[in-house]
């Protein structure tokens, strides 16, 4: 595909994504909230008539406003009722189009990792693809059957579900490409939630409230579990949509622990906030979210002599070995006009063109060639351990001088 029509199409995508994202969570975030503050109804006869299960007061944008919660449905159903649902909808066709677009036709620059598994971009796909579907099936699966109806049993399943999928992943994967597709899992698991269950079991009280039947009480109890796990996926999946950019920990030998980990914070940070919003304090929620974050960032921590190879090259590399070596390995995309496809620009703007820029960024060069080994992406242009090296030895000998 012509690179600058594809630039646009990443932008563009990009761009829904993240508004539908907000659109969603925002709504989301909303209702945990507007559920959590209910109060008894001020006005007790009211509340009586309408069989209400609570009402907030609340005051933005300059006006007042008063949300009752029914207990089961009104008497009659209003009209216009609204629904939430695109918000979820528009998200996920959005992020399958950008996993589409950047991860699985770019499969050979940002999926596929040979230093991991050396996979031909369809079959890398397909088991992408696989894995999406397999992990609602799993996830809807362990849900219907009897752990279903115990609440810890089914969070410890789904935790031990998660963990293995991060380790699966990261197997098969490259780093960045692990990630995504943890969240990109996730967030299937989220959207369908809302399409093949909550919605459908809103739609089935509309109808008994309509035949005058008194509804399934399964449709309410299902919808409500699966909108607190819909809760409590949002943070990890937000993560895992910033991860791409953090090298030091998608390409870490044990990322996929680090995925837990930070999936582990933002489950139990976000719990933390909705007992919060219900007034109880639970201090050894938000203790466990924050260890977790700082046992990765421990976890992650380069070693000193991380990248070190060993058999650091004679003598100390000069500037015109260091300049051969980037001009070989990084130029084809680190230029003015990348000469590689698929590239209509300097990726993340970093040019690596002359070896004034190349001293200039010799910290990132070093972290993302030598530390983390994030670069060349995919090792497309095949830098060799030798070169990395000697990257590393030129390196420190700018720090000692
Ligand atoms: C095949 C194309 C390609 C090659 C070759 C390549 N890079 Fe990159 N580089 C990328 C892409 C794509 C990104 C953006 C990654 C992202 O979105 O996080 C990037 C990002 C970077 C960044 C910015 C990282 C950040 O997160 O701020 C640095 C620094 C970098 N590359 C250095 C190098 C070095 C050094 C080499 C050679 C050893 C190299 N690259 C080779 C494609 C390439």
């Known amino acids: 595909m012509d690179a600058y029509l594809f630039e646009w199409l990443n932008l563009l995508g990009r ?13 989301s975030f909303y209702f945990v909230w507007l559920d959590a503050h209910l109060h008894a109804p001020r006005d007790r006869d009211e509340g009586e008539r309408l069989d209400l299960a609570g009402e907030v007061w609340s005051v933005h944008g300059g006006g007042f406003y008063r949300a009752q919660k029914f207990r089961i449905a009104p008497a009659e159903l209003p009209e216009p009722l609204h629904w939430f649902k695109w918000e979820a909808y528009s998200t996920w066709l959005s ?16 999926l596929i990792d040979p230093a991991v598994a050396n996979l031909a971009p369809a079959a890398a796909v397909a088991i992408a ?5 397999g ?4 996830y809807d699966g362990l849900c219907r059957s009897r752990l279903g109806k115990n609440e810890s049993a089914l969070a410890a399943a789904l935790l031990a579900g998660c963990s293995l999928a991060a ?30 269950v909550i919605i459908p079991g809103q ?40 991860s791409n950019h953090y090298a030091s920990l998608t390409n870490h030998r044990h990322a996929w622990l680090a995925l837990v980990g930070m999936a582990v914070a933002g489950a139990t940070i976000r719990l933390w906030f909705v007992m919060r919003h219900r007034g109880q304090s639970r201090p050894a929620l938000i203790a466990v979210g924050v260890a977790s974050i700082i046992g990765t960032f421990a976890l992650a921590m380069p070693r000193v002599d991380a990248g070190r190879t060993g058999q650091s090259s004679s003598g100390t590399p000069d500037m015109a070995a260091v300049s051969a070596i980037v001009e070989a390995r990084c130029v084809g995309c680190h230029a003015q006009r990348p000469t590689w496809p698929g590239f209509a620009s300097a990726p993340k703007n970093v040019l690596l ?11 990132a060069i070093h972290q993302q060639s030598v530390v983390t ?13 030798d070169e990395r090296a000697t990257i590393d030895a030129w390196f420190r000998t700018l720090g000692s001088r």
């Not at 677009?101 to 940002?110: I, R």
Request: with cysteine.
């Open 129 to 133: 693809a696989v894995c999406l579907v």
């Open 95 to 110: 992020g399958m189009f950008m996993l589409v677009l950047v991860y699985w036709l770019g499969a050979d620059v940002y």
């Open 167 to 196: 380790w699966g992943l990261c197997q098969l994967f490259s780093g960045r490409g692990a990630f995504i597709h943890f969240g990109a899992m996730l967030g299937t698991i989220m959207a369908a939630n809302v399409f093949f």
């Open 373 to 385: 080994k994030a670069m060349p992406i995919g090792n497309l242009t095949k830098m060799t351990d």
């Open 135 to 138: 992990g609602w099936i799993v």
């Open 353 to 363: 063109d002359s070896p004034d820029a190349i001293r200039r960024q010799a910290l």
């Open 15 to 27: 761009w829904v994504h993240l508004i539908t994202g907000i659109a969603w969570i925002g709504a």
């Open 203 to 242: 739609k089935e009280l509309v109808r008994a409230k309509q035949a005058g039947r008194v509804p399934d009480p399964i449709h309410g109890l299902r919808g409500r579990q699966r909108s607190v796990h819909n809760t409590y996926f949002t943070l990890p999946v937000l993560f895992t949509m910033i």
